[in-house]
């Protein structure tokens, strides 16, 4: 994604001090789209199931989307005058930015969670054990692994 909006910044530079390929933006955009939808934009909704506890899971998911789409707002209220200061490629580019920043924040912050029970991930955030018993994580990781 990253990689789009720079291309996306690149063609709006060209367009302003020269010639810029037609099929650039939309093509940037079409798989800006795609890629946010098998990537990035799953994420919050992804994390919610598998990072809360069913005791916090219905608070917290409200949470999770109050701050999605309110970051979703901000942005958008924030292009106008972002695109007014450091003009349309300008833009762009720092949203590139904002996305390498996200991959390294994911990368290094987000917990891998494949393979382990929700007990096991909320002991990873510091969560009491709720079973130590080596048979019932077994089977409650069984039951999981059903659905």
């Known amino acids: 994604m990253t990689y789009l909006s720079v291309a996306l910044g690149v063609f709006f530079y060209l367009k302003e001090h020269g010639d810029a390929p037609e099929w650039l933006p939309l093509t940037s955009l079409i798989v800006f789209i795609v890629a946010f939808s098998l990537g990035y934009g799953p994420i919050p909704w992804v994390l919610m199931g ?39 490629y300008g833009a762009f580019w720092i949203f590139g930015g904002m996305c390498v920043i996200n991959f390294v924040f994911c990368l290094f912050v987000v917990p891998e969670t494949k393979g382990k029970t929700v007990q096991e991930i909320a002991a990873h955030f510091g969560a009491p054990a709720a079973s130590t018993d080596k048979k019932s994580i077994e089977q409650e990781r069984n039951t999981e692994q059903a659905m």
Do not use: H, Q
Request: proline share 5%; charged share 20%.
């Open 50 to 88: 598998e990072c809360f506890s069913l005791e916090v899971r219905a608070p917290a998911s409200g949470l999770v989307t109050l701050t999605n789409w309110g970051f979703a707002f901000i942005i958008t209220l924030a292009y106008d005058p972002m695109r007014i200061a450091v003009k349309d």
